[in-house]
């Protein structure tokens, strides 16, 4: 399983972005597909996920500013990150899970390598 994001950047305050994250080697099973961010000094935490069946969950944080979506066609998964804030910057994630579909980083075995979000002005 290969998962290559991008998209990231620098935004200011209030600005938005779209990341990508490319997906090559899933399995036919059922798999959840999250995003995964990591601030510096901080520990890595959800910000959202889908499942196959398209059940889709937010982190209290980003709900009605971020909006996962999955292009089944071009096995591409993305979020959309509207109204930005200083505290959304980090390097961000995608990861793949088999059948469990959770915030628990252990259940997610397939990794991208991340790309940087910066919101500042």
């Known amino acids: 399983v290969q998962l290559v994001e991008s998209g990231g950047g620098l935004v200011q305050p209030g600005g938005s972005l779209r990341l990508s994250c490319a997906v090559s080697?899933?399995?036919?099973?059922?798999?959840?597909m999250g995003w995964f961010r990591q601030a510096p000094g901080k520990e890595r935490e959800g910000v959202a996920r889908i499942t196959t069946f398209n059940t889709i969950a937010y982190a209290d944080s980003v709900k009605g500013r971020f909006t996962i979506s999955k292009d089944n066609a071009k096995i591409t998964l993305y979020l959309q990150m509207n109204s930005l804030k200083p505290e959304d910057t980090a390097m961000y994630y995608c990861?793949?899970?088999?059948?469990?579909?959770?915030?628990?980083?252990?259940?997610?075995?397939?990794w991208g390598q991340g790309t940087q979000v910066t919101v500042s002005s």
């Open positions: 990861a793949a899970a088999p059948v469990v579909c959770s915030w628990s980083l252990h259940d997610y075995n397939n």
């Open positions: 080697g899933l399995p036919g099973s059922p798999y959840c």
